[in-house]
């Protein structure tokens, strides 16, 4: 019989890291990453499941911030270290574990990365927001003008203090990102004192500081130089185009490597919009809208008329029923249902990366008004998460 836990103290956290390690391959920490991990694990927040005495697996959230379409804060939960001993696999663990979690989250939504795609939306996930992975060929990128603001280089003491307050103020730009917590700074602390080459650059504008870039720059056998963005958080364009100037003018790098949303409009900054090349799509956000109506009230829609929802939702009965979507906002109804959909692919539209006339064209959703629906749903600029937890 699977027993679920919360765990609370220091032995049992790294006993709960040691397994998750384990169940991905990895060797269990030492010492030092040990020493950088601990601050991630949020006392409540930390399940284990146990047969007898025995810890067969994890999961945990840390807590925090997400943006919805239309630009209101909810509070979130990142969904981390989930895995199950090898030798206890397929006998339900991960099932107990999710409904465990699911039902007494305090949070409205939670997002996780999932290692294979068939993991999750049996538990009511979807994937929610894709992102692409862009090579500049830096040699031939061309960017007309010159810089508005100012870049400068700064120390990694400084940009232990300083990139929190920042990321504070304005990380969460677009639908899906979430806000850092201590343990995800402590982290990338660490990322950056191990990677000796890492280097953080900040921006300048009228009004202070309003973007930050961090990078390394690697070389390989033929002595060509290739730069990947490891971070890249700004708040308005001239940020965004004066960062973007200074690593295109950076001396000897050939090419620059960096994850963007499916909307970015870096094609458009250069002279020549081939030197943008998309190596890859890949799924990044899987969204689990735990409290449904306060989900569907809590962002914004477009369109000009109403549709009614029902929702299926066998792990979490509370969400069932029907919704009202109106542009003027969302409530629960006795109305006749347009659309028939279950919870993980409403978790695949809430944010807009996917439309619901794409899931009908693969009769994964039924009824009819679909356009009507995508119009409602659909908003100024894809989801992107550019916090990797
Ligand atoms: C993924 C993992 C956590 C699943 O744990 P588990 O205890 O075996 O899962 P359950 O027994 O509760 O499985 C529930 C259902 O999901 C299916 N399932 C679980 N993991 C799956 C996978 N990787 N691929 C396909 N199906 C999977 C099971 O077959 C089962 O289906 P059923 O209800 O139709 O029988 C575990 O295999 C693991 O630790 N994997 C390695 C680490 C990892 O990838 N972690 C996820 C990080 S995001």
Redesign the pocket.
Known sequence: MTEIRVLSDEAQYRAHNTLFRR??HWGPPTDEQWAVTLPSYEPGRVLAAFEGDEMV?TTQTFGGRMRVPGGAVVPHSAVSR???RAD????????ALMREQLSTTPDPVAT?????G??YG?FGYGLAGRVRFLRVDAKRAVIPGSPVGRVRMVDPDVADKLLPELHDAFGLGRPGEISRWPGWWARARDRKTSAENLVTVVHSGPDGDDGFLCYKVSEDKDFRHHLEVEDFVWANDDAWRDLWIYLTRLDLVDTIEVDAALDDPLNWLFEDPRVVHTKDVYDQVWLRLVDVPRMLAARTYGGAESVVIEVHDKLLPANEGRYRISPDGAGRTDDQADITIPVDLLGAVYLGDTKFSDLAATKRIEGARFDVADALFAGPVAPLCSTFF
């Open positions: 169940a991905m697996g989930v895995g199950v206890y696999t397929r006998r339900g663990v991960l099932s996780l990365r999932a290692s294979e068939r993991i049996r």
